[in-house]
């Protein structure tokens, strides 16, 4: 894939976006709200919606792995990085099906990529503990996806009616 430099620069730019959405999440006490260990909103999940629609998904499969792989670094935690990756990668795959379904919207992508990424996730989990034992944990996150996922799914609904007016989807 041949990029020119303001595909370059979008992407580069929207990784920073997504990485400091991933940084700033850890700051909101998601747990008080939804009493379940391990959830997050998935901040970030807006620009790899974003990234998905304007630019298609060559690209924002680019900005996803490139948020996981610096994520990892920058927070230190390389063990974490199968986690993000095999979530990250399962969420894109997808979302990126789910996008080309024309009767389904951004609310629906998002939720369904919210549902993978637990599952990549899980997978994860399975993987690194040598257990099935995850598995059981795995209908608690879906149902926390349903929200998740539509959380991120309105944010990525307003960002892109605010830039309808722009040429960043052209």
Do not use: D, W
Request: charged share 5%; hydrophobic share 60%; net charge positive.
């Amino acid at each position: 894939m041949k990029l020119t430099t303001r595909q370059l620069t979008l992407c580069a730019v929207l990784t920073a976006m997504a990485l400091a959405l991933s940084y700033l999440e850890n700051f909101f006490p998601l747990s008080l709200a939804i009493p379940i260990p391990g959830i997050k909103l998935g901040l970030a999940n807006i620009v790899t919606l974003f990234a998905l629609y304007a630019l298609g998904p060559g690209q924002a499969l680019l900005i996803l792995l490139a948020r996981c792989l610096l994520g990892a670094v920058f927070a230190g935690n390389m063990n974490a990085l199968i986690f993000s990756l095999l979530g990250g990668v399962t969420a894109m795959g997808v979302m990126i099906a789910l996008s080309r379904l024309k009767r389904l919207s951004v609310y629906g992508v998002s939720v369904g990529g919210a549902a993978a990424h637990n599952c990549g996730q899980i997978a994860a989990a399975c993987l690194t503990l040598g257990s099935m034992a995850p598995l059981y944990y795995l209908p608690i996150l879906l149902g926390a996806s349903l929200i998740t996922g539509a959380v991120t799914g309105v944010a990525a609904a307003c960002l892109f009616r605010v830039l309808a007016h722009t040429n960043i989807f052209r």
